[in-house]
């Protein structure tokens, strides 16, 4: 499948829609230690932006696509989370952008992962409960390039398959 038409990206900017316990943090964290090509690393952690009454504001969306595009530059990787109003932000605004989520059959391994890094029950209660609508929306979004994580893979494993095909899209 090929990406869509660019949009408004400089040369060399790429922006990563990555689910949850993917490795954004850990690829920000180590991106000096890869060969990345020169590429700069950006995770925009969606946990930052203020909530209201403990959910996400009613505001969210206009407030992380304002982070999403002031992070826009040459020479850089933008990670960002799946929330599907923000792919669907992406793709209405015709922002190339490269969708990461892994296998369905991949659930435990992922509530595992989630086990792992300290996530907060609530979270691995909606990831549980919602895996299935989840990856659904993600195999259906459009306007971007899908990239599916296998068993044991992370982001890293599959980052320099990301940035050539993107690039030479």
């Known amino acids: 499948m090929q990406p869509p038409p660019r949009g408004h990206l400089p040369e060399r900017c790429i922006i990563i829609s990555a ?92 509530i595992q992962r989630l086990e792992a890094r300290g996530s907060p029950e609530g979270l691995i209660n909606i990831v549980r409960k919602d895996w299935s609508s989840m990856l659904g929306e993600c195999e259906e979004q459009g306007g971007c390039s899908h990239f599916e994580l296998g068993s044991g893979q992370y982001l890293s494993d599959k980052i320099r398959n990301i940035t050539d095909r993107m690039i030479s899209g």
């Open 19 to 110: 689910f949850i316990a993917s490795g954004k943090t850990w690829l920000t964290l180590n991106s000096k230690h890869l060969d990345l090509s020169g590429f700069s690393i950006l995770d925009l952690d969606s946990s930052v932006i203020p909530k209201e009454n403990g959910q996400r504001a009613s505001n969210f969306k206009e407030l992380y696509m304002a982070k999403v595009r002031a992070s826009i530059a040459p020479n850089t990787i933008v990670l960002i989370s799946t929330h599907e109003e923000i792919r669907s932000a992406l793709a209405e605004e015709r922002l190339d952008f490269a969708l990461v989520y892994p296998l369905r059959q991949l659930k435990e391994e992922w």
